[in-house]
Each structure stands twice: as structure tokens, then as C-alpha cells.
């Protein structure tokens, strides 16, 4: 498909480009600025401000689908002003939508968040986000995703890994529910969908519940030397993980996650037995791609 990413060049944006690509797909990066990614450099890119109309139009035209993930959120400093955060995230995503509407395109994916409905201009500014794709698909019959994802700000290494237990998840698992939640609205599969993008650690019930009683022994059943790492590294295990259902993602878009707590914990060894200074470590790393984290 030639599909259309806003946002591209942010955090999550550069993530979907990448998968896109690697799942064959001829890629057009809109952002008020470019991306420096070297391996994103095929890529075409286009200067577009969600906020002007005409920007929105040219880009999405000839794009047979739309990934809208340009937003801003609470995270960055200094902070995006509330007035900023409506006008981009409400504002843009209507000039979104109403040019694929303009445009005819059927295939759309929205960047919404678990942050949802949530105390803030940003929580407010994702209810308004949904609730204009459910207006847009009954008015058009667009097939459109609504993708509330979990956290995946850039962290340290050690609160990216204890992070995963709560609400954190990788951006490459972002990246893959985006991309197939886009090929499934390709297919039809859907007319109107939404789930919650999160990890999962494949660990039984019994022990998510009590991960203060259980999760040390889980751990190193899983990770052989987990617990003196743990303990090494001062990570703090939670009273029990958050889980959700993402049953339905696996049904009706075929998407799984892959980074779990485990798979932090295979990679803190390996680094731990090399001896690699994980301190100064940022996820998602800038490292080049052999040496990603994971
Ligand atoms: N990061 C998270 O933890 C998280 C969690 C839930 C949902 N989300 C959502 O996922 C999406 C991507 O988040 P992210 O963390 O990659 O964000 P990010 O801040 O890393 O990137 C956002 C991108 O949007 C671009 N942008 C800002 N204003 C724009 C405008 N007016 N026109 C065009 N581009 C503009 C920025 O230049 C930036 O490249 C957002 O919709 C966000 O709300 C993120």
C-alpha cells in the first residue's frame, strides 16, 4: 500500500515508517520536520502542519492509507501548551480525516491512548480524537483502527524494563499493531475498531496477581540469575502486573506482542555478563540497528 504516516518523525512515528517498509509498503513521511534516520532515507518526505488544510490534502493525496499519529502529549520538556495540544490533536485530526473523506481513502489508522478520557487537555483531546473517526467512518465507511496505546516514551534502560510490568510497551510492538491494524482496514476487515496495544509476559494468572509473592520465583524459573540481577540493579517488582485482554487484537488484526519482561530480563544478563555499562542506556536506543536493545 502507499500509505501516508503523520507524526513520522517522532518516537513512535519512526517506528511504523520502519515496519511499514520492511512489510513492503511505499511510505510517505508527513511532520513539521524531517526525520535524520538514515535507514528511513527511502522514504518520501513531505512538510506538512496538521493544523493547515492544505498541507493535510496534498499529503494524503494518492495514498491508498492514512497511520495518524501527530500529536503532542504531556511528556516532552518544556511542555506543549494545552492551547497547542487541542489545536494539533483535535484540530489536526479533523483536517486528517476530513481530506481522506475528500480523498476517498477507506484505510485509516488513529493514534489514540490509554490516557484516554483521562484529567488532562490530552486525555480530553483522544475522546474527541475517537469519537470524530467513529462520526467519519458512519459518514464515509472508511475502515478505521483506533489504537489506544500504552507508554512508550524514551526512558533510561532499567525503567524502560520495570516499566513493561505496569503500563509500558516496546515501540516495535507499536509499531506491528499499527502496521497490521492497517492491513487488516486494507482487507476490510473491520469497519469501526478499537483495542488497547500493551505487552503481555505470557505469565499465569496466579502469578500476575501476586507478583510481590510469586514474580522473584517466576523470574528466575524463566531467567536463570534474574533474582541477583534484580536485586543487582535495585529494580522494584510491582504488587501484581498489569495485564489486559488482547485477545481481540490477536483475532481480528493477527498481532501478538514480542517484548515482554522476560525478554528485558535475557537482555539485562547478556549486558550484565559482557559487562556493558547499561546506566547511560536510553530505549528506544540510537545505536545502529545491530545493536539494538533486545
Ligand atoms: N509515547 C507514548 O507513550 C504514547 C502513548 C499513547 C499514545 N501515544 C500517541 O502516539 C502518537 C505518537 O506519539 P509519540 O510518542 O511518537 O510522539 P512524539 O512526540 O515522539 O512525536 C510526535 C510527532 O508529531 C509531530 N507533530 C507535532 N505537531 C505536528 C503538526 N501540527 N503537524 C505535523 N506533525 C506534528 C512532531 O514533530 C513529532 O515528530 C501520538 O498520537 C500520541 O498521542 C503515545
Redesign the pocket.
Known amino acids: 500500500m502507499k500509505v501516508l504516516v503523520?507524526?513520522a518523525?517522532?518516537?513512535?512515528?519512526q517506528a511504523v515508517c520502519r515496519e511499514l517498509l520492511r512489510a513492503g509498503h511505499q511510505v510517505r513521511m508527513?511532520?513539521?520536520?524531517p526525520s535524520h534516520a538514515a535507514d528511513l532515507a527511502e522514504a518520501e518526505f513531505v512538510r506538512?502542519?496538521?493544523?493547515t488544510v492544505t498541507d493535510v490534502r496534498q499529503a494524503v493525496q494518492g495514498m491508498d492509507g492514512v497511520i495518524h499519529?501527530?500529536?503532542?502529549?504531556c511528556a516532552?520538556q518544556p511542555p506543549v501548551s494545552d492551547d497547542t495540544i487541542f489545536a494539533?490533536n483535535v484540530d489536526?485530526t479533523y483536517n486528517v480525516l476530513e481530506a481522506c473523506r475528500q480523498e476517498g481513502i477507506r484505510s485509516i489508522v488513529y493514534?489514540s491512548?490509554?490516557?484516554y478520557g483521562w484529567w488532562s487537555v490530552y486525555g480530553v483531546s483522544k475522546v474527541i480524537g475517537e469519537d470524530l473517526c467513529r462520526t467519519y467512518h458512519e459518514m464515509t465507511g472508511a475502515s478505521i483502527a483506533m489504537l489506544r496505546?500504552?507508554?512508550?516514551?524514551p526512558r533510561p534502560y532499567l525503567e524502560f524494563g520495570e516499566r513493561l510490568l505496569r503500563n509500558g510497551v516496546d515501540r516495535r510492538d507499536v509499531a506491528t499493531a499499527t502496521v497490521q491494524a492497517l492491513e487488516a482496514a486494507g482487507k476490510q476487515s473491520f469497519g469501526l475498531f478499537r483495542t488497547i496495544v500493551h505487552t503481555d509476559h505470557g505469565m499465569p494468572e496466579h502469578v500476575r496477581a501476586d507478583f510481590a509473592g510469586l514474580g522473584l520465583g517466576w523470574c528466575e524459573e524463566q531467567v536463570p540469575g534474574s533474582a541477583a540481577l534484580l536485586a543487582k540493579y535495585g529494580i522494584e517488582l510491582p504488587k501484581e502486573v498489569e495485564q489486559h485482554d488482547l485477545s481481540e487484537a490477536k483475532r481480528v488484526l493477527g498481532w501478538e506482542p514480542r517484548t515482554g519482561f522476560v525478554d528485558f530480563l535475557r537482555d539485562l544478563k547478556r549486558r550484565d555478563e559482557e559487562g556493558l555499562d547499561i546506566h547511560a542506556l536510553i530505549v528506544p536506543s540510537e545505536l545502529p540497528r545491530t545493536q539494538l536493545l533486545l
Do not use: K, P, Q
Not at 48 to 51: H, L
Not at 69 to 73: I, P, S, T, V
Not at 149 to 153: A, L, R
Open positions: 503523520t507524526g518523525s517522532g518516537n513512535g512515528g508527513a511532520d513539521v520536520m506538512c502542519d496538521t493544523r499519529l501527530a500529536a503532542w502529549h516532552h494539533v489536526g493514534a491512548s490509554m490516557a496505546y500504552h507508554e512508550f516514551i
